[in-house]
């Protein structure tokens, strides 16, 4: 038994060092993503960076799984995945056409909390009373984030950008939670999966971007700089990290996984302020860090935590 024990050690160790490099690809792309909307209209820069990251993921499964797996790829959770995966980032997208991305960054981690609440339901894990208490105190920080102390704030163009960014986290708890079911209830090749969610939110991006993005030829006209920014973030910020997380929640629960995932907000802060100039009000730091706290308090297991 020893050894099994020392294997299964070994394991959730490389899951959280890959869970924690995935965090790291994510935070690099809240300001690419600033950078980036500065010559791409948001929606076409959602369309464009899964349209690059399915191309990708696709050229990954040729060369190590030589097909794609067709009932797979027809899976109505495939879908369900995509569409979560959709609405999530065109939140984000747009979100950060009227905010910054390190209040972006903070917002959308606020997923774990519903990670943390939705797992109860559907993953079985359990959810303490002493952890209700950092709902509330979630709340308060992004109250603070948000307004700066200034409930004027509430009407203005960034609060609702932090609202769609605050959005957008909602709808990727939906996603991982859906994800962790996905792949614990039955053998899915995880390359193959990343693959057909790729594909998948590709495909339901497409009304999105026509409606509100436009077909106006003008708007592709992104030059040389947003090409590259559309590849790396198709690449780096989709593939390498997607590829990463899912093997790293594979041997994760979910929650322990989200917690993992704070990384990215560090990583957010530390380039928007080398990069964009951003830093917070004192308010915003002491909202970020109530966020911050709640998260870990949600998301903390004891020793003694029985796990399923």
């Known amino acids: ?93 747009y979100g950060q056409t009227m905010t910054t991305a390190t209040k972006t960054a903070l917002l959308v981690n606020l997923n774990l909390i519903t990670v943390a609440m939705l797992s109860t339901v559907l993953l079985n894990e359990r959810f303490s009373k002493f952890k209700v208490s950092a709902v509330g105190l979630a ?45 614990t209830s039955s053998k899915i090749d995880i390359i193959s999966l990343t693959a057909c969610v790729m594909l998948s939110t590709t495909v339901i991006l497409i009304p999105f971007t026509i409606l509100f993005g436009g077909l106006d030829p ?35 629960h979910a929650t322990a996984s989200t917690l993992l995932l704070l990384t990215e907000v560090l990583v957010a802060a530390i380039l928007a302020m080398l990069i964009l100039d951003e830093f917070l009000t004192l308010f915003g730091i002491f909202g970020g860090i109530l966020i911050v706290i709640a998260i870990i308090i949600i998301n903390y297991k004891p020793k003694n935590y029985g796990s399923k």
């Open 218 to 252: 003008g708007v592709l006209n992104i030059g040389y700089s947003g090409l590259w920014f559309v590849i790396y973030i198709g690449i780096f910020c989709n593939v390498v990290p997607y590829l990463l997380w899912t093997f790293g929640l594979r041997y994760l």
């Open 1 to 93: 038994m020893k050894p099994h024990n020392t294997d299964v050690s070994v394991t959730r160790k490389t899951a959280q060092a890959l869970t924690i490099l995935a965090a790291f690809f994510w935070g690099t792309s809240f300001v690419v993503i600033e950078l980036g909307l500065e010559v791409i209209n948001p929606f076409w820069f959602a369309q464009l960076r899964f349209l690059v990251a399915s191309l990708g993921a696709l050229v990954v499964v040729l060369l190590l799984k030589k097909q794609i797996d067709r009932n797979l790829l027809f899976s109505s959770w495939i879908w369900l995945l995509g569409l979560f995966n959709a609405l999530g980032f065109l939140g984000q997208f």
């Open 139 to 183: 709340i308060l920080g992004v109250l603070l984030l948000t307004t700066n102390g200034d409930l004027a704030q509430l009407t203005r163009g960034e609060f609702i950008g932090d609202m769609f960014a605050l959005g957008a986290g909602f709808f990727w708890a939906f996603y991982i939670v859906f994800n962790k079911k996905v792949i």
